[in-house]
């Protein structure tokens, strides 16, 4: 989730986190090594699932009585791309929830939400804590529809309808190497001239749909993770891959408090709530809570 090796260390030593306590564990250790700049040892992006070969369907077998047995049931089809979006569902995906100012392991380089991956001042950049300051800690709070699910003890200056998915195509030299051309809207004139530019992200501020039941909320993208950072297969791929993240429930996105009030979770903080998603593109997204405060800042 950070932006630059070294950058977490810089924020939690000398900015809001020294003021809740958290400069000891994080300043103490050495930094670590420049190396490849992914936020977490490389690692394969996850296979494509094989799609399973075309077989006849088989002819029910009579019992002894001389009636049929009919086949079992067909797995449900993966679900048609939202209308007009053209971008495939992911269906069934674990999502954590993570918010600005959360620092859940001040030892660990992803850490932190104090900054993202596209944006080393996120804190400041948003406006502060997305919840609610208890004490030394930025906690995250229920959310309600008649606030439009916005924060209620703070004044947001970005959306609070965010969320990361694991591809960060600025930090990750696999992800951006590979950018150009997993994208699917890597090619369209306002992208195609900064495939190159390692200053300029391809995913940030991209809106995603997602659906819990019944629910459907949309938000914007602006970190990256969890737990990996180049998982082109999942994120990208047309067959419903399956995250290649092990960690945090195998969790393939975290929302923010306002998209885990808006899609009805269960739980304010946990792993066991699960969504659908799709990209979907700015001309598609409806009126809603989620447009009232549109994020459009770039990297930084």
């Not at 490849?36 to 077998?61: H, M």
């Not at 009030?261 to 979907?280: H, I, K, N």
Request: contains cysteine; negative net charge.
């Amino acid at each position: 989730m950070q932006r630059l090796r070294g950058v977490l260390r810089a924020v939690l030593c000398g900015g809001i986190a020294c003021a809740v306590g958290v400069c000891a564990a994080a300043c103490t250790a050495p930094p670590p090594p420049l190396g490849s700049g992914s936020p977490t040892p490389s690692r394969p992006a996850a296979a494509a699932r094989p799609t399973p070969a075309t077989t006849a369907t088989p002819v029910p077998a009579a019992s002894a009585t001389g009636t049929a047995t009919p086949p079992p049931p067909a797995a449900p089809a993966v679900p048609p791309p939202p209308a007009g979006s053209g971008y495939p569902w992911h269906t069934d995906i674990a999502a954590t929830t993570f918010w600005v100012g959360e620092i859940f392991d001040p030892g660990a380089e992803d850490g932190s939400q104090m900054l993202s991956t596209y944006d080393s001042q996120w804190f400041e950049s948003y406006g502060g804590c997305d919840g609610v300051v208890d004490g030394d800690t930025c906690e995250t709070e229920q959310r309600f529809a008649a606030d439009g699910y916005f924060p209620r003890h703070m004044s947001p200056r970005e959306n609070p309808f965010y969320l990361d998915l694991p591809f960060d195509d600025v930090n990750d030299p696999e992800a951006f190497a590979m950018r150009g051309s997993v994208i699917p809207w890597a090619g369209q004139p306002q992208y195609a001239g900064s495939v190159d530019d390692p200053d300029v992200s391809l995913m940030k501020n991209r809106w995603v749909q997602l659906r819990n039941g019944s629910r459907v909320c949309y938000g914007q993208i602006e970190d990256a993770g969890p737990g990996e950072y180049h998982d082109a297969a999942y994120v990208f791929g047309a067959n419903d891959a399956r995250p290649a993240n092990t960690r945090y429930g195998g969790a393939g996105l975290d929302v923010s408090p306002a998209l885990n009030g808006c899609l009805g979770f269960t739980e304010l903080d946990g792993d066991s709530d699960r969504v659908d998603w799709a990209f979907v593109d700015d001309s598609a997204v409806p009126d809603g809570p989620w447009l009232r405060l549109v994020t459009t800042s770039g990297v930084q």
